[in-house]
């Protein structure tokens, strides 16, 4: 019989990319939205062949209405939607509300309705935050709340947090793993770009006047949502209680900018090729918000480890060169950004 997998937030960028993999591989899908009348339309047209196969729900983090019919006749479930906004919110619980007891109100519904496999999209923000003395982290590594960190990152180790606890208190024989990405680039569908596509674009635009001393670690998005499906397929005991970060290198913006001149160079004519000097972003960081996240980051080898990850579900992370390229081509190719 075909298996059913619910993927909450249908709209997203990691949660469209499993859709779609999902969908190849012969699951059944259904999945979440906040207002059916606005997103079905557009995932209806996204995969035309997918009729029954697709099942559309609405259902909010934040409500329980929707949550037990979008569950029903499921196998599994990918907990993926999640606020991730470009800017820092006023009220941090504006991200760790939603991210915490949305991820707990599928978990209950996922228990309710008898469902023995959750996988949590999670994220390296619950592993790599907080310990400004590490340059490297792999799965084993959990984020440093009491060091203060920017809201996002703490809605997603809350989340994280909660969700582990929750399923040793309450569900002992449901497997639950998460999976912990960092920055996801890649291929993109439509011009609704998540917050890290956004790095790429403004890139491209010429947006950036100058390079701040930042980088990050680099995920793509097919490799995010192949974690996904293999922690569904994989058996029990290889992946109960895992985390599984999707992480290759960690590149600095100034590598980020060389491999789009080197590899996509009729695209790349606006990329900055000069540095930001420190003084500038923190100069930059008193009146622009979006500055102080940046002067946080300003020379911070951050590395995520995602060995443990290819070797338990065995496969191979997409090299960042081709993950940038493939950005880059794809927002060119959808007209997003103009050469
Ligand atoms: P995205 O494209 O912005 O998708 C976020 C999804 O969450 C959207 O479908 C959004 O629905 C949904 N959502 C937000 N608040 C909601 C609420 N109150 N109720 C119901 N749905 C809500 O972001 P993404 O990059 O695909 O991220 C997906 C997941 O991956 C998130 O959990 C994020 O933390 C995690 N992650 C992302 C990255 C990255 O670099 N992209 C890295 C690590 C982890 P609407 O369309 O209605 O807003």
Not at 139 to 145: A, H, I, M, R
Not at 259 to 279: S, Y
Not at 298 to 315: D, I, P
Request: with cysteine; glycine share 6%.
């Amino acid at each position: 019989m075909t298996k059913r997998v619910l993927v909450t937030g249908g709209t997203g960028y990691i949660a469209g990319e499993l859709i779609d993999q999902l969908l190849a591989r012969g699951f059944a899908v259904n999945t979440t939205v906040r207002s059916k009348a606005r997103s079905e339309p557009r995932l209806r047209a996204r995969w035309p062949e997918a009729g029954d196969r697709l099942q559309v729900f609405e259902a909010d983090l934040l409500a329980d209405a929707g949550w037990a019919e979008a569950n029903a006749g499921c196998d599994a479930v990918a907990h993926v939607a999640s606020p991730f906004p470009m800017g820092v919110p006023k009220d941090k619980d504006d991200l760790v509300v939603p991210a915490r007891e949305g991820t707990l109100r599928a978990l209950e519904h996922a228990n309710q309705a008898g469902i023995k496999r959750f996988i949590h999209t999670s994220s390296a923000a619950a592993i790599a935050y907080g310990q400004p003395e590490k340059d490297y982290f792999d799965y084993t590594d959990w984020t440093n709340l009491t060091a203060g960190v920017p809201p996002y990152i703490e809605s997603k180790t809350v989340a994280e947090r909660a969700a582990r606890d929750w399923v040793a208190v309450h569900a002992h024989d449901m497997v639950y793993c998460s999976i912990n990405p960092v920055a996801v680039f890649g291929p993109v569908h439509d011009a609704d770009l998540s917050t890290s596509v956004q790095v790429v674009k403004k890139m491209l635009e010429g947006r950036f006047p100058a390079l701040p001393d930042m980088g990050m670690s680099v995920s793509d998005v097919r490799d995010v949502a192949r974690a996904h499906v293999l922690a569904i397929e994989a058996p029990t005991e290889t992946v109960r209680g895992e985390r599984f970060p999707t992480a290759t290198r960690f590149l600095w913006l100034s590598d980020f900018a060389a491999i789009l001149r080197a590899r996509t160079p009729e695209l790349a004519r606006k990329v900055p090729t000069r540095r930001m000097p420190d003084w500038v972003v923190k100069l930059l960081s008193l009146v622009v918000p979006a500055m102080r996240q940046v002067r946080g980051e300003l020379r911070n080898l951050r590395e995520v480890s995602g060995r443990h990850t290819e070797e338990v579900l065995g496969f191979t992370f997409i090299d960042p060169g081709q993950t940038l390229e493939d950005t880059a081509r794809s927002l060119a190719a959808k007209g997003i950004v103009r050469a």
